[in-house]
């Protein structure tokens, strides 16, 4: 913190804190008007289809209708977006929808659930087109055209090729040459609060007022009144709190629009909320890309040249694919010292939502591919690949070839001191075993001028009644602190404290433009708008002041909030008494970056009126049982030009780095024929808190002369290098590298397993001959032919629909309540599958009963020889009891790993065990076998089937993932079931049959679980794997071995989460018991347990999963 | 319908909403507690989290008739943002989160957590906080905040 600034380098808490905290702060989704009504919209079921047309007439009769639209309803014009060259986009779908989620229509009703039966009954009238969902296939001659846009090749957006500099001739002069192909999967920003908007048409005097969560107010109002052609100061954004941005709010959402239009026609304030399926079926996502990076290297490893082939998923419509070819052009120019560079970018549309923007744009990803491929160079040529990177570094005063011109530039002491602090020397010739270290390093215009709008900005400074000062700006803050940064530079700038300042964002009436928070340009822009704007209001206060005190201007002192003339008492003023004097007022001023545009055909020129640098070091470990990558430390080194606040600079570094790792491992939203499958947040898979590394954040101060203050933008920062240091890291450690993102714990197990292959022994198995036929079959014959035979004559998808709730006084009410005919009725027990299940359509209901509360199926018993646990208990209650605790370790340690503590705290063992598979095809409703019955396909055998079953999977793939199973089936539990003729006893190896399905009948509850307590001693040990810490297992195993003295007596390995059913590993058991329980014997028993396994077609990994973790237990349990 | 009394925040209401509505709408609807957020509706972001007889559950998930006999205790019960309670100041003070989507929820299972568990282990609280997703913060300032609370004995004033 330097000494020379009041509030500048402090960290100030941010504005909004005290009501974010106590909940008070109002989201989008938590206002209201009165007489509000509620939007829902239908969307397309279907990737690519025409439609012949939208029959809103009964929706319009339905209870609680008010209005509704289709496209038409809107004037026939499109989104802006990226410039009208672009626009592909209407309102709402007109005669064609092209992805699986687009909006058709939409309702608006007095309630949401009325406004969601009204879709029920929209006709629409669709006829199917062939669809084409990636980047190569769209490019072929015989795709189908998703667009007519007759200036370019067949579904191609954009083509932008530039070279700058000879790069044909570095490629010549080459020593050698590097070249590889990469690829990454689709993220998403995530935000915690999902896309929604209020939208009040006024038809006095036609103003309409949006509250919406954007980055972008500025942005939003153009579109919006385009879309709907009104005249731009009709429409008013107002001031809301944001649940986050990273780049998922910087356009106009469709529900926006769509809402305006449905209050214009209703006449009343409409409200549309999307949740979270709808977020990720329509908002807005990363785009997927392939790269292809060439280097040019000379013998000394100069970079001669590199060039970069770049194909972008664009999704259905045109968003941000331009500003991510241009993101992505600026890294292949100009990161690390580079003689030449080329580039050819295409931008190629697929029936799949289309691409939005996301926290770096498309920097994150070539980042990677650059650093990947910079790790190479330094490997080929011996060199340490810390001291090679800072040996071309990028330098203040070099011209990169794209024609920037770097000013400030820390770098190479970023790349020092990020290898001081991860402990390269030390470390590098010392590495443990699964342990490695990786660097990267970022570049980052501060800040681009993308758009035209991009170079300026405005704010406004009001002087309040009471004395206190206004900031206004149209820049959205979400959650990052720009507020507080704003208020810190005007504090600054007037000698204030922060204190007397307020923040008003967003609010297009009473704030000035800007194109608000986006591609990290707050900071620098709207804070050099900041400064400008306090000098003005300094000398409209001064000079108010002189022209009332008679006295010259410039002899007027203004300092903590006084205005004084020399020592006169009776020209003394606080800035509550000049607004007394002079009444409130206001000044506004605009501040513009001062630089030519680049030539908009090349993109060549200087760029920003500064540029950031940054470095990260990460070091990691992998677990070679389950492939699974622990970031144990990362250490982000900033040359920010100057830190403002720290605690929030700190605080985007932070997040930043926790998304990249999210990048870099795990996250990916997978599509299955254009719908997405993993749409919930359980299965993408963002970073949880047991994720969170050990993060250092140093800042290099390099006082840039443009910034304000001399600081230069942030934002991206942080998470632009974090997925290449960590593929890095990952590469060293595992001596692999890894040419798609996310490097999951899955590609690691596969590529670094044992080299010597598991020996499957298929044929242990009976049916696997026939299951492996049946696959054979399923492309060309079976799946169609299924899938059509299904549409005809499976069972329909569930609608889901209200249904009662009972809470019986006992469990002889509650049995009287099932044995009702004619019902349809479900248990509940904590609730936690059956709710969200009734509301996926999984499962089917007129009635539930719940079961919670109901004395006999709660309560704990231990006698002599057994322990029995009423149903209703909660898993949290069961991991508590330390009596249980030491008669099974197994059972509270196992229960502990099932989902996260607030639904242990609702979920019970019977649920658990009750629950219904977790497949993706079949909770994203497709009319698979399981949902619709024999007549339908399993959608796993073709489709991603990465979590699927290995063992034992006939007609329906989807494991049992309840670790409760086999956790009681390897303590060899009863389940003890109330039913209307009694009660009878199931043992844990007949629980479950077929494809997973529970002897438990309608009409009976699980009273309890009723667990043997052991007489000899023995040991347990519950292995679980899972692509989070409170996911669902990818593969367990539960071991109990008893023992007699130090003879193994028994042996129980219960399998998890790989078959149908939980198993018993019978051929393990009985070698361990048998052996001498040594090193190999034991890894030979392990191996045994995947005797008889049929894997799919992408989930091998699972075999060597299931026998690390066989082992790995085993091991845990003789070593107790 | 018959009414259902439910418990909040100390004080008792009678409803006749459905008692199949899951608490966080009837919360944020029907009493206009709005600081219960949610971000999925399905159990897994953990924005909804109260606390039920003094358990950290998601609201989203619990339905209005289960709540008979417990007490439910949401972010409101805490202070406002005038009167903030010193753990709400502190996570302000250190800049523990960002957006404040989540921040509700993160709240409530960390209050539930310290009353039953003062003196938690850096383990413990992360497993107390695995249920509730935070996509700003990288949850470093929060873990940092928190121990700072744990040190300072915060919650036990
Ligand atoms: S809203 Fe309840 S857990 Fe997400
Ligand atoms: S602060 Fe935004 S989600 Fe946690």
């Not at chain 1, 020209?571 to 008494?577: G, I, K, V």
């Amino acid at each position: 913190m330097s000494a020379e600034f009041r509030v500048i380098g402090q960290p100030r808490p941010q504005l909004e804190g005290p009501a974010k905290v106590s909940g008070q702060a109002a989201y989008t989704h938590d206002i209201t008007l009165p007489d509000m009504l509620y939007g829902a919209i239908l969307r397309s079921p279907y990737p690519h289809a025409r439609i012949r047309s939208v029959d809103l007439a009964k929706a319009l009769t339905m209870p609680g209708v008010v209005a509704a639209v289709a496209g038409t309803d809107f004037p026939n014009l499109k989104y802006v977006n990226a410039g009208p060259v672009f626009a592909d986009r209407h309102a709402m779908a007109r005669d064609k929808v092209r992805f699986i989620g687009e909006e058709v229509a939409a309702v608006a009703a007095e309630t949401l659930a009325e406004a969601q039966a009204a879709l029920a009954v929209i006709a629409v009238d669709y006829v199917p087109l062939p669809a084409v969902f990636e980047v190569e296939a769209a490019l072929g001659a015989d795709a189908p055209e998703i667009h007519e846009k007759p200036d370019l090749p067949r579904n191609v957006a954009q083509q932008s090729v530039s070279d700058f500099g000879d790069v044909e001739q570095a490629f010549a002069d080459a020593d050698h040459v590097f070249d590889a192909t990469f690829e990454h999967g689709i993220v998403a920003p995530v935000c915690l609060e999902t896309n929604g908007v209020l939208a009040r048409y006024d038809t006095e005097n036609d103003d309409l007022t949006l509250w919406a969560p954007t980055q972008a107010p500025f942005f939003v109002r153009k579109e919006i009144a385009h879309v709907l052609d009104l005249p731009l100061e009709k429409v008013h954004i107002r001031s809301v709190v944001i649940g986050g941005g990273f780049g998922g709010k910087s356009q106009a959402p469709e529900p926006i629009a769509i809402a305006a239009m449905l209050a214009i026609k209703a006449g009343r304030p409409v409200k549309i909320l999307l949740d979270r399926q709808a977020e990720f079926l329509s908002g807005k996502t990363d785009h997927a890309k392939k790269m292809r990076v060439r280097s040019a290297v000379a013998a000394d490893g100069t970079l001669l040249g590199r060039h970069t082939e770049f194909w972008v998923d664009n999704g259905a419509y045109t968003h941000m694919g331009p500003a991510y070819i241009s993101a992505v052009r600026q890294r292949t120019c100009n990161l690390y010292r580079v003689g030449a560079a080329g580039f050819d970018g295409k931008l190629v549309h697929t029936n799949k939502v289309s691409g939005g923007s996301y926290r770096g744009m498309g920097s994150p990803q070539i980042i990677w591919a650059i650093e990947t491929q910079i790790d190479e160079i330094a490997e080929r040529l011996g060199k340490d690949k810390l001291e090679y990177r800072i040996a071309i570094a990028n330098r203040s005063g070099d011209r990169t070839p794209q024609g920037w011109e770097i000013g400030t530039c820390a770098l190479a002491e970023c790349l020092e001191e990020a290898g001081r602090r991860i402990g390269w020397a030390e470390k590098k010739h010392a590495m443990p075993p699964n342990r490695g270290i990786g660097f990267a390093s970022m570049i980052n215009p501060s800040v681009g001028v993308l758009y035209a709008e991009g170079n300026f900005a405005c704010v406004s400074i009001d002087l309040l009644e009471d004395g206190g000062l206004r900031v206004g700006t149209q820049s959205a803050d979400c959650g990052t602190s720009q507020n507080t940064v704003m208020g810190q530079f005007v504090a600054e700038e007037l000698g204030l404290d922060t204190d007397v300042i307020d923040v008003l964002h967003m609010d297009t009436d009473e704030t000035p433009p800007d194109l608000g928070s986006a591609a990290s340009r707050v900071t620098f822009v709207s804070g050099n708008a900041a400064i400008k704007t306090a000098k003005t209001f300094r000398a409209e206060l001064v000079n108010r002041l002189a022209r009332h005190w008679e006295v010259p201007a410039a002899e007027i002192n203004f300092a903590d909030g006084i205005a004084s003339y020399k020592d006169d008492n009776a020209r003394r003023l606080t800035l509550a008494e000049i607004a007394v004097l002079e009444g409130p007022f206001r000044v506004e001023d605009r501040y513009d970056i001062d630089l030519p545009r680049p030539d908009p055909k090349t993109g060549y020129g200087h760029y920003a009126a500064t540029y950031g640098f940054g470095a990260q070091a990460v070091e990691v470990e992998i677990d070679p049982a389950t492939g699974h990558v622990t970031v144990h430390k990362v250490v982000v080194v900033q040359d920010i030009g100057r830190v403002i606040n720290p605690l929030a600079l700190e605080g985007q570094m932070q997040g930043g780095i926790v998304q990249g790792i999210g990048m870099a491992l795990r996250e990916e939203l997978i599509f299955d024929q254009g719908a997405p499958v993993n749409a919930s947040l359980i299965s993408y898979k963002a970073p949880r808190i047991m994720d969170t590394p050990r993060i250092e954040t140093v800042f290099i101060e390099t006082n840039d002369p443009a910034g304000p203050y001399g600081a230069k933008a942030g934002g991206e920062h942080s998470i632009n290098p974090t997925p290449a240091a960590i593929a890095n890291a990952v590469a060293q450690a595992t001596g692999e590298r890894f040419r798609k993102l996310p490097i999951t714990a899955a590609d690691i197990l596969q590529a670094t397993k044992d080299k010597a292959p598991l020996d499957l022994k298929p044929w242990k198995r009976p049916y696997n001959l026939e299951v492996a036929t049946a696959r054979a079959l399923y492309p060309a014959v079976l799946f169609p032919g299924l899938r059509k035979l299904g549409a005809a004559v499976g069972r329909k998808p569930k609608p889901k629909s209200d249904y009662h709730y009972v809470r019986p006084r006992d469990l002889s009410d509650a049995l009287r309540e099932l044995a009702m005919p004619d019902r349809k009725t479900k248990v509940m027990a904590g609730g936690t599958d059956l709710q969200v299940g009734l509301r996926q359509g999984v499962y089917d209901a007129g009635m539930v009963v719940d079961i919670a509360s109901l004395d006999e199926l709660r309560g704990i018993e231990i006698t002599e020889d057994k322990i029995t646990i009423g149903g209703a208990m909660t898993i949290a209650e069961i991991v508590e009891r330390e009596d249980i605790r030491a008669m099974h370790p197994m059972l509270s340690e196992g229960f502990a790993k099932i989902a996260t503590a607030q639904i242990r705290n609702v979920a019970t063992i019977a649920g658990d065990l009750s629950q219904e598979k977790r497949c993706w095809f079949f909770r994203s409703g497709a009319q698979c076998y399981k949902a619709g019955g024999v007549s339908c396909p399993c959608y796993a055998v073709l489709g991603d089937n990465r979590h699927h079953s290995i063992l034992g999977a006939g007609r329906c793939a989807a494991p049992c993932v309840a670790d409760a199973a086999p956790i009681l089936t390897a303590l060899e539990a009863t389940i003890i079931v109330a039913g209307p003729t009694g009660e009878r006893r199931i043992a844990m190896r007949d629980f479950y049959v077929w494809s997973g399905e529970t002897t438990v009948a309608p009409t009976e509850i699980i009273r309890a679980a009723e667990i043997p307590r052991e007489s000899c001693f023995n040991t347990q040990y519950f292995a679980k794997s899972a692509g989070w810490d409170g996911d669902f297992a990818d593969a367990s195993v539960a071991v109990k071995l008893g023992w007699n003295g130090s003879r193994l007596a028994t042996a129980n390995i219960a399998l998890g989460a790989v078959s149908p059913l939980p198993m018993r590993a019978r051929q393990a058991e009985n070698f361990l018991l048998a052996s001498d329980l040594s090193e190999v014997a034991i890894r030979i028993a392990a191996s045994k347990s995947v005797e008889g396994a049929l894997p799919l077609s992408s989930n091998a990994h699972k075999t060597n999963l299931l026998v690390n973790l066989t082992e790995r237990a085993i091991r845990r349990c003789i070593a107790q | 319908m018959a009414k259902i009394q439910i418990h909040v925040n100390g004080l008792k209401h009678d409803t006749d909403c459905d008692p199949a509505t899951p608490l966080a709408v009837f919360l944020r609807e029907e009493m206009n507690l709005r600081g219960t957020k949610i971000g999925c509706g399905n159990g897994e972001c953990g924005a909804c989290t109260v606390a039920m007889s003094g358990r950290a559950v998601c609201s989203c998930l619990v339905p209005l008739g289960r709540t008979v006999g417990h007490h439910i205790e949401t972010i409101e019960s805490l202070g406002g943002p005038d009167d903030l309670h010193p753990i709400q100041r502190k996570l302000v003070e250190r800049g523990a989160f960002q957006c404040g989507f989540c921040t509700p929820g993160v709240v409530m299972s960390l209050i539930t957590l310290l009353r039953r568990n003062p003196k938690p282990t850096d383990t413990d609280i992360r497993v107390a906080l695995q249920g509730n997703l935070c996509r700003c913060s990288g949850y470093v300032k929060l873990l940092e905040t928190i121990s700072e609370i744990v040190r300072e004995g915060l919650h036990e004033r």
